[in-house]
């Protein structure tokens, strides 16, 4: 009689194993391949160019690959093998969760800036210790429990964390906006001429006219280049910074209705009158700036405006790049140096089609399209918005763009090298003197913006350069403009052109600065537009309904959480929307205008100020009615919930109102001009409690 042989203990047959696999598959596939992106796009979005429609089933397609791939291997594999797979796995799954939601160091802002990885150390040592507890704990637990008790811990743990993230996917995508088209401004024919007649506007962003007088004070020999020109050194901007900038110098028509942004572009595009003028002259006119200075109402006006959904070029190349900018988030420290990069790298992905305002890109597509094209058109109006004297200083004094940083000067000379070289072009081919050239900036940069270079040469101009003292406005530009077209420029806004403005005049000129997210404030002056201090605010124009902002009763306490975002009404400049339980302040400065219920006659209220994440270290200032109240440098770490409590004097409540201002020293004040939702992230507040009260402000 034969002995009967031992027979080996499986872990249960394939459709076990498939089952086991699939789960924790699943979880490892969901986590990385598609959480992992869109809880990232999700957090990001206002700062992104593309829409979760165009990387959502990039993302889905690639978890897919991943649940199949992971599934089928631990299907195949048997006995212990299978069972040092799944422990491997899970556990690879928990160090993501684990390094995701709680143990990213801030390295800073990707915005090109190198990372000093060596100043981590420590910090790697302790990251790295984590990753091996996730990893290793699962696996001892495998061998010494057996694979009967641990598989259906890992997989109610794998469901958990996909329901979890789920959920969370959830409310973030009911939250995200309805994606519709927009007007967006295409490079189609921005490098053709007319033979005959053009006006050309180069607009040189942030060139205060002490940058270009010290250039010019370097290079002398610019002289010959700007044959014709005038330089208007007493030029006041008509706006600052750019979002309230470039539509009065387009339009003239400052923002004073409440309402959007994009209602504001609504409006000037339908009341506009230059460019109505010059299409009735006879201009085909084409403007390279960015899309959001257009609106829909400028269709049959602008010939480069296209209606559109989305911008993607390249849409592998930018799954690609979001899944590098996942791998840099949920990798340990030690990796992380390989998925470093900056989020402008996924501008490469933007359809070649649409209008970027990049200086480098701009030249290289001009030399490509060798120079100018001269076509049949009567006449030509084109604007070319350059990135200029403006952060990050990338461009070299070729035009050509730097692997690493360059200066302010540097980068100014390399916008005027591009202009040189489509002047010249002008000149060899003969339509150089009976252009319209302007060369301006769109504000200055210094103290309030206000003095900024101006340059004008008007066709049939082909005298020696010179410079004029005039006292001129950016508001001048639309009544020139208007002129050339042949309009009655008197019905547009309050300028003249540029030309009928003498030297010795005395004039009262106007300015418009942003004074918060919600206010514009009107400035005039009779004195240099180099003078800043003799800028007197005349009127503010509010620009959020407040009639329809409940006065806050003391003692309440306001959120900032996605779900509730009580205190978000009363936040007018610097804070982004909110995001789960925050909202995140941003920029140079940020301001909120909080109307108190009955506040007490004298004495003091008490603001306490709860945040739960300082992205990037900072000195902060509070200041409550232009007295300040507070002060901090606050360390770039993540917090349950800190709390910062101060006093304010109820002397500085203006008709019964708390303006609370909040300057970030260590940001550029230059940032101001940048679009909302894209400044550098400070502070993410999720709390804000005021009451009455004479204690002593503390730092809790």
Same mark, same amino acid.
């Given at each position: 009689?034969?002995?009967?042989?031992?027979?080996?203990?499986?872990?249960?047959?394939?459709?076990?194993?498939?089952?086991?696999?699939?789960?924790?598959?699943?979880?490892?596939?969901? +986590? $990385? !391949?598609?959480?992992?992106? *869109?809880?990232?796009?999700?957090?990001?979005?206002?700062?992104?160019?593309?829409?979760?429609?165009?990387?959502?089933?990039?993302?889905?397609?690639?978890a897919l690959i991943l649940f199949a791939c992971g599934t089928l291997l631990g299907t195949l594999l048997r006995g212990k093998l299978h069972n040092i797979y799944m422990a491997l796995m899970f556990g690879g799954l928990l160090g993501l969760y684990v390094q995701g939601s709680f143990m990213n160091k801030n390295y800073g802002t990707l915005n090109g800036t190198a990372v000093d990885w060596s100043a981590y150390t420590g910090y790697g040592v302790i990251n790295t210790?984590?990753?091996?507890? !996730?990893?290793?704990?699962?696996?001892?637990?495998?061998?010494?429990?057996?694979?009967?008790?641990?598989?259906?811990?890992?997989?109610?743990?794998?469901?958990?964390?996909?329901?979890?993230?789920?959920?969370?996917?959830?409310?973030?995508?009911?939250?995200?906006?309805?994606?519709?088209?927009?007007?967006?401004?295409?490079?189609?024919?921005?490098?053709?001429?007319?033979?005959?007649?053009?006006?050309?506007?180069?607009?040189?962003?942030?060139?205060?006219?002490?940058?270009?007088?010290?250039?010019?004070?370097?290079?002398?020999?610019?002289?010959?280049?700007?044959?014709?020109?005038?330089?208007?050194?007493?030029?006041?901007?008509?706006?600052?910074?750019?979002?309230?900038?470039?539509?009065?110098?387009?339009?003239?028509?400052?923002?004073?209705?409440?309402?959007?942004?994009?209602?504001?572009?609504?409006?000037?595009?339908?009341?506009?009158?230059?460019?109505?003028? $010059?299409?009735?002259?006879?201009?085909?006119?084409?403007?390279?700036?960015?899309?959001?200075?257009?609106?829909?109402?400028? &269709?049959?006006?602008?010939?480069?405006?296209?209606?559109?959904?989305?911008?993607?070029?390249?849409?592998?190349? *930018?799954?690609?790049?979001?899944?590098?900018?996942?791998?840099?988030?949920?990798?340990?420290?030690? $990796?992380?140096?390989?998925?470093?990069?900056?989020?402008?790298?996924?501008?490469?992905?933007?359809?070649?089609?649409?209008?970027?305002?990049?200086?480098? =890109?701009?030249?290289?597509?001009?030399?490509?399209?060798?120079?100018?094209?001269?076509?049949?058109?009567?006449? !030509?109006?084109?604007?070319?918005?350059?990135?200029?004297?403006?952060?990050?200083?990338?461009?070299?004094?070729?035009?050509? =763009?730097?692997?690493?940083? +360059?200066?302010?000067?540097?980068?100014?000379?390399?916008?005027?090298?591009?202009?040189?070289?489509?002047?010249?072009?002008?000149?060899?081919?003969?339509?150089?003197?009976?252009?319209?050239?302007?060369?301006?900036?769109?504000?200055?940069?210094?103290?309030?913006?206000?003095?900024?270079?101006?340059?004008?040469?008007?066709?049939?101009?082909?005298?020696?350069?010179?410079?004029?003292?005039?006292?001129?406005?950016?508001?001048?530009?639309?009544?020139?403009?208007?002129?050339?077209?042949?309009?009655?420029?008197? &019905?547009?806004?309050?300028?003249?052109?540029?030309?009928?403005?003498?030297?010795?005049?005395?004039?009262?000129?106007?300015?418009?600065?942003?004074?918060?997210?919600?206010?514009?404030?009107?400035?005039?002056?009779?004195?240099?537009?180099?003078?800043?201090?003799?800028?007197?605010?005349?009127?503010?124009?509010?620009? &959020?309904?407040?009639?329809?902002?409940?006065p806050y009763t003391l003692g309440t306490e306001l959120s900032f959480s996605i779900t509730e975002a009580t205190g978000n009404v009363y936040c007018t400049h610097g804070f982004r929307t909110a995001m789960g339980a925050t909202t995140t302040m941003e920029g140079h400065q940020s301001q909120m205008v909080i109307p108190i219920e009955d506040p007490p006659k004298n004495g003091e209220l008490t603001v306490s100020l709860t945040y739960r994440d300082v992205v990037n270290?900072?000195?902060?200032?509070?200041?409550?009615?232009?007295?300040?109240?507070?002060?901090?440098?606050?360390?770039?770490?993540?917090?349950?919930?800190?709390?910062?409590?101060?006093?304010?004097?109820?002397?500085?409540?203006?008709?019964?109102?708390?303006? *609370?201002?909040?300057t970030f020293a260590d940001i550029p004040e230059s940032e101001e001009e940048q679009a909302e939702n894209s400044r550098t992230q400070t502070v993410r507040i999720s709390k804000l409690v005021i009451t009455a009260g004479d204690q002593k402000g503390e730092n809790n």
């Amino acid at each position: 009689m034969e002995n009967a042989q031992p027979v080996k203990q499986s872990t249960g047959g394939w459709k076990r194993r498939f089952g086991f696999a699939a789960i924790v598959s699943a979880a490892l596939a969901f +986590t $990385l !391949c598609f959480f992992g992106p *869109l809880d990232l796009f999700f957090n990001n979005y206002e700062e992104l160019w593309f829409n979760l429609q165009d990387i959502l089933p990039g993302v889905a397609i690639m978890a897919l690959i991943l649940f199949a791939c992971g599934t089928l291997l631990g299907t195949l594999l048997r006995g212990k093998l299978h069972n040092i797979y799944m422990a491997l796995m899970f556990g690879g799954l928990l160090g993501l969760y684990v390094q995701g939601s709680f143990m990213n160091k801030n390295y800073g802002t990707l915005n090109g800036t190198a990372v000093d990885w060596s100043a981590y150390t420590g910090y790697g040592v302790i990251n790295t210790i984590v990753w091996v507890v !996730c990893i290793a704990l699962p696996l001892v637990l495998m061998l010494v429990l057996k694979d009967k008790k641990m598989r259906p811990v890992l997989m109610f743990l794998s469901c958990a964390l996909i329901l979890m993230q789920g959920a969370s996917l959830v409310v973030s995508y009911v939250n995200y906006p309805e994606v519709t088209e927009s007007a967006t401004l295409t490079t189609d024919g921005i490098y053709d001429l007319s033979k005959e007649e053009n006006t050309i506007i180069f607009v040189v962003d942030t060139l205060d006219e002490a940058y270009f007088e010290d250039m010019m004070d370097q290079h002398p020999e610019y002289a010959e280049q700007l044959q014709g020109f005038t330089s208007y050194s007493n030029a006041l901007a008509s706006g600052a910074r750019t979002p309230v900038a470039l539509p009065l110098i387009l339009t003239g028509i400052p923002r004073t209705e409440p309402g959007t942004y994009a209602d504001y572009m609504d409006y000037v595009w339908t009341h506009q009158t230059v460019f109505n003028d $010059l299409k009735d002259a006879g201009y085909e006119i084409r403007l390279g700036t960015q899309s959001r200075f257009v609106s829909t109402a400028a &269709q049959g006006i602008v010939e480069n405006l296209e209606m559109s959904s989305s911008s993607v070029g390249n849409l592998s190349g *930018l799954i690609r790049k979001m899944y590098k900018l996942t791998c840099y988030k949920y990798s340990p420290h030690i $990796l992380k140096w390989r998925f470093w990069m900056s989020t402008s790298d996924f501008d490469k992905y933007m359809t070649e089609n649409e209008y970027v305002v990049n200086d480098a =890109r701009f030249y290289k597509n001009y030399q490509k399209n060798d120079g100018f094209t001269y076509t049949d058109e009567d006449k !030509c109006f084109r604007l070319y918005h350059l990135r200029g004297s403006h952060d990050p200083l990338t461009l070299k004094s070729d035009g050509t =763009r730097s692997d690493g940083t +360059t200066s302010r000067e540097e980068q100014t000379e390399g916008n005027f090298h591009i202009i040189f070289d489509m002047l010249n072009n002008m000149r060899e081919n003969g339509v150089y003197d009976n252009a319209n050239i302007f060369i301006i900036a769109d504000h200055g940069d210094n103290d309030k913006a206000q003095w900024a270079a101006c340059l004008y040469k008007p066709a049939g101009a082909t005298g020696k350069y010179t410079v004029s003292n005039a006292p001129v406005s950016f508001l001048d530009l639309t009544s020139t403009l208007d002129k050339i077209a042949g309009g009655d420029y008197t &019905q547009v806004g309050s300028g003249r052109p540029l030309e009928d403005i003498k030297e010795n005049e005395t004039r009262t000129r106007t300015m418009y600065l942003n004074n918060g997210t919600f206010v514009t404030g009107m400035y005039q002056t009779d004195s240099h537009a180099s003078d800043a201090d003799q800028l007197k605010l005349v009127k503010e124009y509010q620009l &959020q309904d407040a009639s329809s902002i409940e006065p806050y009763t003391l003692g309440t306490e306001l959120s900032f959480s996605i779900t509730e975002a009580t205190g978000n009404v009363y936040c007018t400049h610097g804070f982004r929307t909110a995001m789960g339980a925050t909202t995140t302040m941003e920029g140079h400065q940020s301001q909120m205008v909080i109307p108190i219920e009955d506040p007490p006659k004298n004495g003091e209220l008490t603001v306490s100020l709860t945040y739960r994440d300082v992205v990037n270290a900072t000195n902060m200032v509070i200041t409550a009615g232009g007295e300040q109240v507070f002060e901090q440098d606050m360390k770039a770490q993540s917090y349950e919930g800190e709390t910062i409590t101060f006093n304010v004097p109820v002397t500085t409540l203006k008709d019964n109102q708390l303006t *609370l201002d909040f300057t970030f020293a260590d940001i550029p004040e230059s940032e101001e001009e940048q679009a909302e939702n894209s400044r550098t992230q400070t502070v993410r507040i999720s709390k804000l409690v005021i009451t009455a009260g004479d204690q002593k402000g503390e730092n809790n």
